[in-house]
Nanobody
Framework: QVKVVESGGGLVQPGGSLTLSCVVS????????MGWYRQTPGKERDLVAR???????TYADSVRGRFTIARDNAENALYLQMNNLKLEDAAVYYC??????????????YGQGTQVTVSS
């Protein structure tokens, strides 16, 4: 079983910064891509940023240049540095872990989410 736990959400003013963290634990043979997604009420969960096991990064257009994704393979951890936050960045942020079992089965596991509120 794979467990994904996010932390670091909170209240921040527009223009401020926040760093989200995610740790993946449990039983898996490999940790493949990891990513951050966000969701607001009534809307779909959208990709914010993603990084492969080899370090290839992908960003949503709305956050490119403001957000930075980073992973620590030794700690099975993922981070999202968010700078110059805007009102429209407010959402529940989810970490997604793509893992493989020893027999090659792929699992996609979300964490419980962490709330980011941007307000003056």
């Amino acid at each position: 079983q794979v467990k994904v736990v996010e932390s670091g959400g909170g209240l921040v003013q527009p223009g401020g910064s926040l760093t989200l963290s995610c740790v993946v634990s449990g039983s898996f043979a490999s940790l493949n891509a990891m990513g951050w997604y966000r969701q607001t009420p009534g809307k779909e969960r959208d990709l914010v940023a993603r990084v492969t096991s080899s370090g290839r990064e992908t960003y949503a257009d709305s956050v490119r240049g403001r957000f930075t994704i980073a992973r620590d393979n030794a700690e099975n951890a993922l981070y999202l540095q968010m700078n110059n936050l805007k009102l429209e960045d407010a959402a529940v942020y989810y970490c997604l872990a793509d893992t493989s079992s020893s027999d090659g089965v792929i699992f996609l596991t979300y964490g419980q989410g962490t709330q980011v509120t941007v307000s003056s």
